[in-house]
């Protein structure tokens, strides 16, 4: 039998809370998600209704029938992956090297992104949208003060293009300078950002659109919870654009699965994968799965175990078969 048409999965039901809100489209500090078991292999579903995820229940449903939606699929497709490396008692991570990543601020915060330059981070990812002149002014002071960090900002699609142009256009000289590029600034299109690339001289970053044939983006952003890394990335490969992955903002199990993918999609194809953005779990309240993960650093922490780790942590949850 298929690994993904398997029926014996358990579950562990979870909820980890935010310090502070994580995009410009949530005013959720509570995610709820579901760790699965299937055979020894462990996956993670945390979905982001949000942003046109099914629900937990919805997931749940669909893991117990077709497994239809991609989200779902994944968490089985990394429980293969952890299951075969359980078995052969080994760790996924063996002779893997996972990129470093940039540092996540969910909105300008001085503090957090001094902590964030001590701790030797030098590509600053930021969550915009929320309040475009307040972000325009921080980015300018910051910029100023930290002239050899790169910037990303990712907008979730919440502007339209005329305010994307807008904004763009709007930056300082020095501001534009500083920017590696924007992710989702609005929703894609071929046309309409192939004239935003051309206007602004920026690079852009597809994430929740990304496909096979996104040529109008000069950076594809893979989420091995969504999406298959191997496709995109070869894609990605005959287009000449960058790749960078990056976790779902979930569980600390499916950090570790992106951070995995990240590693192996930089062996598939060398020089292909830059700073990635795997290190996610500082944004949540500590667990025992959050503080496995060590600091918030640039390197990834490899978990202790065998396949993706953490395995006295699983083997304390309790966990119930989904019937």
């Keep these: 039998m298929d690994f993904l048409e398997r029926k014996d999965v358990w579950i562990y039901r979870y909820t980890l809370k935010s310090r502070g809100f994580l995009n410009a489209v949530s005013a959720r500090r509570e995610f709820e998600g ?25 997931c749940l449903e669909d893991l117990k029938g077709r497994r239809f939606w991609p989200i ?4 089985m497709r990394c429980a293969e992956y952890d299951h075969t490396a359980r078995n052969a008692e080994e760790s996924l991570f063996e002779e893997m090297e996972v990129p470093q990543s940039h540092a996540t601020l969910v909105k300008g ?17 930021m969550k915009a949208g929320r309040d475009l002149e307040m972000e325009v002014k ?25 305010a994307a142009e807008s904004l763009l256009t709007g930056l300082s000289a020095q501001t534009r300078m500083a920017l590696d590029f924007v992710e989702d600034i609005c929703p894609f299109s071929e046309t309409a950002w192939a004239e ?40 990605a490969a005959m287009y000449g654009q960058r790749v960078v992955i990056t976790s779902y903002m979930d569980h600390p199990l499916g950090q570790a699965f992106a951070a995995w993918e990240a590693a192996r999609m930089g062996l598939i194809f060398p020089g292909l994968v830059g700073v990635c953005g795997v290190q996610t779990h500082h944004l949540f309240d500590r667990n025992v799965f959050v ?28 966990w119930e078969k989904l019937d």
């Design 138 to 162: 921080f980015l300018d002071e910051m910029v100023t003060a930290y002239p050899k960090l790169k910037w990303r900002l990712d907008f979730n699609e919440s502007l339209s293009g005329e």
């Design 109 to 125: 915060d001085a503090k957090e992104l001094a902590k964030a330059v001590e701790a030797g981070f030098v590509v600053i990812k």
């Design 34 to 58: 579901v760790l699965i078991r299937v055979g020894d292999g462990h996956g993670c579903i945390h979905p982001w209704p949000e942003l046109g995820d099914p629900t937990v229940g919805k």
């Design 72 to 75: 779902v699929r994944r968490a």
């Design 291 to 318: 503080e496995a993960l060590g600091a918030w650093q640039p390197d990834f922490t490899i978990p202790s175990g065998t396949g993706l780790g953490f395995n006295d942590e699983l083997a304390d949850l309790k």
């Design 196 to 235: 935003l690339r051309s206007r602004t001289k920026i690079d852009l970053a597809v994430d929740r659109e990304a496909g096979p044939h996104r040529v109008a983006a000069q950076v594809t952003v893979i989420k091995p919870a969504l999406d298959e890394p191997f496709l995109l990335s070869e894609a």
